[in-house]
């Protein structure tokens, strides 16, 4: 499988994140990515390459022009609030929450800071525009391949992308990868783009930015957001608005449920993109749901991901996955490299 490797994730090097009133260490680290480059080498699963530079004008695409300016100023108008902060990650404070204007761009940095994101847990570092960029930049080249004629891609970055919206960043995601793809598949010739997106977490960015489409189905296999982040969004009852009602399927599962349920529920998201009949598919691909992650309560073992990627082959379409979540770091590898195999076998 042509895999795009973002060398340059590393630039985006959290300190701390804000969990119940304390700072500790950042779930979303560097490692990830090493973890999965190292996997990918043990194996034999094809060639690791660097993207092509895309121009921002793919980017804005998706996102708005000005959240964009926002975030590739960010760490620049950051150092110039105290030179000091170069030590310092940028963590959002405070946001327009019901009843406040968020139509007026405010000057001061932390109100911009807060404007453009969903929470304090995602901190924004000196590389983070760097990161994300060059990871969007494997995303899109991941899409490009596919059309031309690669069966199957991977796009191997972090910071990861479904959680950010067309103007926001928050879940440790900033640019929305999978998003970029699926436009991109789009705008080079495609009538109809699946994603299907399998982390733990609800991808409420790529919901968010696609609601209102029925080019690009979004179906989503996650953690009950009654119980987990991002909490407000991911109910089975949001099936999209106007033109895309009927093209957003939320499939919610409770925390701690049996892999059994989560294979049952795969079933149902992939029947629903074989009735859809997509040009291509797109894989936000968490491995989150595994046992042993720090942050999450699904069950899932390593074998099941070899399971996995089977079933995804067996919709025969074109296909680009996207790393996403997945914070268990030392198993992080195997298990990603497991779907990528059994797509393969
Ligand atoms: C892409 C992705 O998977 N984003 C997940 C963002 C989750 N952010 C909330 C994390 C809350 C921290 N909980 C710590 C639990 C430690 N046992
Ligand atoms: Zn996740």
Known sequence: MLTFYNELHSQHRARYEMFRGELVPCFEVPERADMVVAELGRRNLGRIVTPHGVPLTSLERIHTPRYLHFLRHAWHDWLALDPDNANRDAVPSVWPVRTLRSDIEPDNFTARLGLYSMDNGTPLTAGTWTAAKTGADCAVNAAHALRLGERATFALTRPPGHHAGADFFGGYCFLNNAALAAQHLLDDGARRVAILDLDYHHGNGTQSIFYARNDVLFVSLHADPRQEYPFYLGHADETGIDAGLGYNVNLPLPA????????????????????????????????????????????????????????????????AFILEGGYAVKELGINVVNVLEGFET
């Open 256 to 319: 701690g449920c049996p892999t059994t349920q989560w294979f049952t529920a795969l079933e149902t998201a992939c029947l629903r993109i074989t009735m859809y009949a997509p040009d291509a598919l797109v894989v936000s691909l968490g491995v989150d749901t595994y046992a042993g992650d720090p942050l999450s309560h699904f069950a899932l073992q390593s074998g099941d991901y070899l399971r996995l990627g089977e079933r995804l082959a067996y919709l025969n379409l074109p296909t």
